[in-house]
């Protein structure tokens, strides 16, 4: 079954500088490649996704890039704020379930 | 999008007993999942609720400990059974539409289990 690592565990930034996270998957056959942001006590929220035909994909200060050859994908945030401070959550999947990486808590210092 | 409420949110409850949680989504979607999240880690999938027949189960995740059902496009529950300490834990449900991939959680279910 597929199989997602994630690195790093923690991740310690200054405001306004760049996050970015990197994830590995085990399954050539998952196609969608999703980003989850988790706050405290909340439930996960997605906040970008990539599918296997596409590179690269952004949306304002978040961008993710896919290697599929390579197996690995990865998220990018730019400017970061004290608000981006939370758990991010790689996942993959190829038939509908996702299957998650370890989780990565972002420290967005003032 | 679709919403999804669980119920309940959080509970408290005895060794050996068995707890049902509800999940309900406002709109009908292909797939539901049941997840669990212990604290500080990630997501695990337990399994995927198919809609009128058994559930489709992770490996380390049995039927006997975790009866799932799903009688419509909108509904299903996990129970777990004869609980014990370690499966103190947030359940989360998901769903979603399965071609477009995108997964919405429920706000999950926190157990602590005594």
């Known amino acids: 079954g597929e199989n997602v690592e994630q690195h790093p565990s923690t991740l310690s930034v200054q405001e306004g500088d760049s996050a970015v996270i990197k994830c590995t998957y085990s399954?050539?056959?998952?196609?969608?490649f999703p980003w989850y942001k988790q706050e405290l006590g909340k439930r996960p929220q997605l906040i970008i996704d990539?599918?296997?035909?596409?590179g690269e994909k952004k949306d304002q200060r978040i961008a993710v890039t896919l290697n599929k050859t390579a197996k690995h994908f990865s998220l990018h945030i730019t400017e970061t704020q004290p608000e981006d401070s939370a758990v991010y959550f790689c996942?993959?999947?190829?038939?509908?379930?996702?299957?998650f990486g370890q989780g990565t808590e972002l420290s967005v210092k003032p | 999008s679709a919403v999804i409420s669980q119920k309940p949110s959080r509970d408290i409850c005895q060794r050996g007993t068995s707890l049902t949680i509800q999940c309900q989504v406002d709109?009908?979607?292909?797939?539901m999942f049941w997840y669990r999240q212990q604290p500080g880690q990630s997501l695990t999938l337990i399994a995927t609720?198919?809609?009128?027949?058994?559930?489709?189960?992770e490996s380390g995740f049995v039927i006997d400990k975790f009866p799932i059902s799903r009688p419509n496009l909108t509904f299903s529950t996990l129970t777990v059974s004869n609980m014990s300490p370690e499966d103190s834990s947030i359940y989360l449900c998901s769903g979603g539409q399965g071609l477009t991939g995108e997964l919405f959680f429920g706000e999950g279910s926190r157990l602590t289990v005594l």
């Open positions: 990539i599918r296997s035909n596409v």
């Open positions: 399954d050539s056959a998952s196609n969608y």
């Open positions: 996942a993959a999947s190829g038939g509908g379930k996702l299957i």
């Open positions: 609720a198919n809609q009128g027949s058994e559930a489709t189960y």
């Open positions: 709109s009908q979607v292909t797939m």
